[in-house]
């Protein structure tokens, strides 16, 4: 059986590939299978919605099983921004670098017991016969002062992990790969994806 992974993201697509390929399914990108995927605007105000649009969209254009997975950081003193727009909180075009800044701008004033926020990541499968299966992570932490650590990527430096959780204390970019999925989001959120489409297939 195989399935399509709508992503670019290399890390996502192994990530996805080693759970898939455990249930028996074969991970393929639209490259792979000659189909250039189109990007379509996420358009939802939640993470479950623009999950949903990417994979419905890629499975129209392949006939394919699709997965796509949609993902950002939710921080309390901001309601909930940068949220379904963390990729381009500061704007099109911008880095990491510039997201972080523009993130510890807008909480300069804000005291440490009200730094709190999560990460949040949605996966979702759309079958050609409209099935759905769905699987969201969380993972609730703090917002730094400055960043700290070297490893990760996006708002990795500048969210500390929650007391009680392995890693406490640290922030996502200092822990390793491992440590990190252990306990992150996209680790929680690709637990239950597995464990849900395991059940839908019988495996
Ligand atoms: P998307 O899921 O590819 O749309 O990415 C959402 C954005 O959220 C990323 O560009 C990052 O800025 C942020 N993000 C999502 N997951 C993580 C993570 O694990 N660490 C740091 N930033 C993340």
Redesign the pocket.
């Known amino acids: 059986m195989r399935f399509v992974v709508a992503t670019h993201?290399r890390k996502k697509l192994e990530e996805l590939s080693r759970i898939l390929s455990a249930l028996d399914i074969e991970a393929v990108t639209g490259d792979q299978i000659g189909v250039v995927l189109s990007e379509p605007d996420e358009t939802g105000v939640t993470f479950e919605e623009n999950a949903r649009i990417k994979a419905e969209s890629a499975c129209r254009e392949t006939g394919l099983p699709a997965v796509a997975?949609?993902?950002?950081?939710m921080v309390d003193a901001l309601d909930g921004a940068p949220g379904v727009h963390?990729?381009r909180y500061a704007g099109t075009g911008t880095s990491?670098a510039d997201?972080n800044v523009k993130l510890l701008n807008a909480l300069k004033d804000t005291p440490k017991e009200r730094r709190t926020a999560k990460?949040v990541?949605v996966i979702c499968c759309v079958f050609p016969d409209g099935d759905v299966v769905t699987a969201r992570g969380e993972c609730p932490g703090r917002i730094a002062y400055a960043p700290r650590g070297e490893d990760?990527?996006?708002?990795?430096p500048l969210?500390i992990v929650d007391g009680g959780l392995p890693g406490a204390g640290k922030t996502?970019a200092e822990l390793t790969g491992e440590e990190k999925d252990a306990v992150?989001?996209?680790g929680n959120a690709l637990r239950v994806f597995s464990a849900r489409l395991r059940e839908k297939l019988n495996r």
């Open positions: 993201n997975d949609d993902s950002g950081l963390s990729a990491d997201r990460f990541s990760g990527f996006g708002y990795d969210f996502f992150s989001h996209r």
